[in-house]
């Protein structure tokens, strides 16, 4: 029996802290063995000995101690490993010097080495949590790999010195072979048709940018994952937290430090940055219509800011901080993880399909919609007669409709039957997911003075320091003459503007008249020339010129822009789709001493009107953005929804709402969708 010299490991009483902490980290890594030989008197228990341990039984946070770890583990075999008792004295002392090297496997002392118990000093299992490695290795040390699990490992006699068994590094990829892999997955000869000649873009931006960096790796160092890979591993695991769908490119799981999992981290940061920053969907894609460009970043600039983050919750903002900073796409994101939380509505009935319901009307379905909104009967209604939809019953829908985020008429029309019977959900987050792609389309500095038009809302925005400073209603395209979206900067405005003819409508409608009636246009006030067989058909200055009395020019390829209009009765419509494609401004000498920064009054504006065209150049030019939202999250924290007048909402779902990155694929790879005619408009 071996000579009983103090232990570090236990007392007569129990455990040391120390030996406690053994356990700990044996009883994650492996199970627990000791020869029935080992008495068990000389670790202080009571019984015969320690029986064999059928699992792990302890949580990785177990190993979270400040004190040195008491084992470390060798870098050869991914599935066991086998350890053996460490000398506690000279380890602690070692781990304590400074620039500690990972601590060595030591023979055990001599009170742990009775002959019986050198037959079998292991202790062996399954190596599988890299936290737990981690813990397993003195502080700033090499994590740890598993070392194989062979019969036994011969222990040095007790009286020789201590034997060291040395551990080793991870292995990063060498710059070699990073270059020949990523060559390879360029060259892959499955990348076929327009999808795959958009993958091997991408594949060829990111060798470009292992290139600037000498094919160095980007995520693994000496120590395996670094934090930044880690923190982007994270947040690409919640990246349907931004409505983003990264397709092929989604990684399972962070895996091992390999050549293979240190490309594949590197294409799927660059395909959510990619998403993040530029849509999941080209813009043009869905109309003609549609040209704004968004910022999409490039494949080096997203990879040098995520893997040069110095932590990993640096690295995991690095990386969702490619999404807009706007407060509505905020708003928006908000809205969905809150829809995501929430189960849908469970109705014990649906409300059967019919007309649009107005006040007054009669339908069947009436006392059904009354139990649902919690109305009750109607007792004053006649027995044998369909029951009407009254003020009482259409104040209730519109209530409804404005807490389901829908337009709030009071009439009960079918998306509002569909939201009663409980099959709204779904298609509400479909539309915030349209719309916060339509954010990402948006430049991330929409300027500190801007204007912002939304069409679906036929609403004017003069927004300075975050604030909006005028509110205007406006008058958009129709849907066959829609108004284009995209950003720009206005930079002058017309006071009393003449009108000039597009050819679009020269063509369509001026030529045919001029047949017909070679002095059709002249009665009516406007200028007609003919030049080398081409007529010209200009509109003068004055009260019933089509611009009103003032247009604010922001020069753009589909020759849109804002103004006034004689047609002032259409303001007080709520439906105000009826322009050729240009924007109708119901306060313009208000927005035009705004835009001049109080150079001009609103009155000294209005004593110009009847004289002769005359230009104002603005101070600066002031960014203006023409947007599609069709659903926003108000001040109160609802979300409201508005038509969607053209259709761009109706397809970008499609386009998002199946597979993703497969449906995107699916839209590039087919014509885009024109209006009616893409060539400029007439602003009426």
């Not at 009883?27 to 000995?49: H, N, S, T």
């Not at 050869?76 to 490993?81: G, T």
């Not at 339908?363 to 919690?374: C, F």
Request: some cysteine; proline content about 11%; hydrophobic content about 45%.
């Amino acid at each position: 029996m071996a000579s009983r010299r103090r232990s570090p490991w236990a007392t007569k009483r129990g455990w040391r802290a120390a030996g406690l902490r053994a356990l700990l980290a044996l009883g994650v890594a492996a199970p627990f063995c000791v020869a029935p030989a080992f008495g068990a008197d000389e670790l202080g228990l009571d019984g015969p000995g320690v029986a064999p341990l059928a699992a792990p039984v302890f949580a990785a946070r177990d190993l979270r101690t400040d004190d040195p770890p008491l084992f470390v583990v060798t870098p050869d075999a991914p599935a066991a490993a086998v350890f053996l008792p460490a000398d506690l004295a000279p380890a602690i002392r070692a781990a304590q010097a400074p620039a500690q090297a990972p601590l060595a496997f030591l023979a055990p002392p001599a009170f742990l080495a009775p002959p019986a118990f050198l037959a079998s000093p292991r202790f062996s299992g399954p190596i599988a949590d890299p936290l737990i490695l981690t813990a397993l290795s003195p502080p700033g040390a090499p994590p740890p790999f598993a070392a194989p699990a062979e019969p036994a490992l011969p222990l040095p006699e007790p009286q020789h010195a201590p034997h060291a068994v040395a551990t080793s590094v991870v292995v990063a990829p060498t710059p070699a072979a990073l270059r020949a892999a990523l060559d390879a997955r360029v060259a892959d000869p499955a990348l076929r048709g327009r999808a795959g000649a958009m993958r091997r873009k991408a594949r060829e931006e990111i060798a470009q940018a292992y290139a600037a960096r000498g094919d160095a790796p980007a995520w693994i160092d000496a120590r395996g994952w670094t934090d930044a890979a880690r923190g982007a591993f994270e947040r690409l695991r919640r990246a349907h937290e931004d409505g983003l769908d990264l397709g092929p490119a989604a990684l399972a799981a962070l895996g091992d430090p390999t050549l293979e999992s240190e490309i594949a981290l590197s294409e799927a940061v660059v395909a959510y940055a990619r998403q993040a920053s530029g849509g999941r969907v080209e813009p043009w894609r869905i109309s003609s219509m549609i040209t704004a460009k968004p910022p999409q970043v490039a494949a080096s600039a997203a990879l040098a800011r995520v893997s040069g983050a110095a932590s990993s919750g640096e690295a995991g903002q690095a990386l969702r901080a490619f999404n807009p900073p706007h407060a509505g796409y905020v708003a928006l994101r908000d809205k969905l993880a809150e829809m995501r939380r929430e189960k849908p509505r469970e109705t014990a009935e649906p409300i059967p399909a019919g007309p649009t319901l107005k006040i007054g009307m009669r339908d069947a379905r009436v006392p059904l919609i009354r139990s649902r909104l919690g109305l009750g009967p109607d007792e004053a209604a006649p027995a044998g007669d369909p029951p009407v939809y009254d003020v009482r019953v259409a104040s209730a829908v519109r209530e409804f409709q404005r807490g389901a985020g829908l337009p709030a008429s009071g009439q009960l029309t079918p998306r509002t039957v569909t939201a009663l019977s409980g099959g709204e959900p779904q298609r509400l987050e479909h539309e915030i997911l349209a719309n916060m792609e339509r954010w990402r389309w948006l430049p991330r500095a929409l300027g500190q003075t801007h204007i912002a038009v939304n069409i679906p809302d036929y609403a004017l925005a003069l927004v300075e320091d975050g604030r909006t400073t005028l509110a205007s209603r406006v008058v958009v395209g129709k849907p066959e003459s829609p108004t284009p979206i995209f950003s720009d900067a206005m930079r002058f405005l017309v006071v009393n503007p003449s009108w000039t003819m597009p050819p679009s409508i020269l063509e369509k409608e001026a030529l045919p008249n001029l047949a017909a009636d070679p002095d059709y246009y002249a009665r009516r006030g406007y200028e007609v020339t003919w030049r080398n067989g081409k007529v010209s058909v200009r509109q003068p200055p004055g009260e019933r010129n089509a611009l009103g009395h003032v247009k604010f020019m922001f020069p753009n390829d589909h020759a849109v822009y804002l103004h006034d209009t004689p047609q002032r009765g259409l303001f007080s419509r709520d439906r105000r789709a009826y322009s050729h494609g240009c924007v109708r401004v119901d306060q313009p000498f208000r927005l035009a001493e705004q835009a001049l920064a109080g150079r001009y009054s609103e009155s000294a504006l209005r004593k110009m009107v009847g004289g002769k065209e005359r230009t104002i150049p603005l101070d600066e030019p002031i960014p203006i953005h023409l947007t599609y939202f069709t659903a926003k999250v108000d001040e109160n924290g609802g979300l409201t929804l508005a038509e969607d007048i053209y259709g761009h909402s109706r397809r970008l779902r499609a386009a998002m709402g199946r597979d993703g990155p497969a449906a995107m694929e699916e839209v590039a790879a087919a014509p885009a969708p024109r209006a009616a005619s893409a060539a400029p408009r007439k602003p009426r």
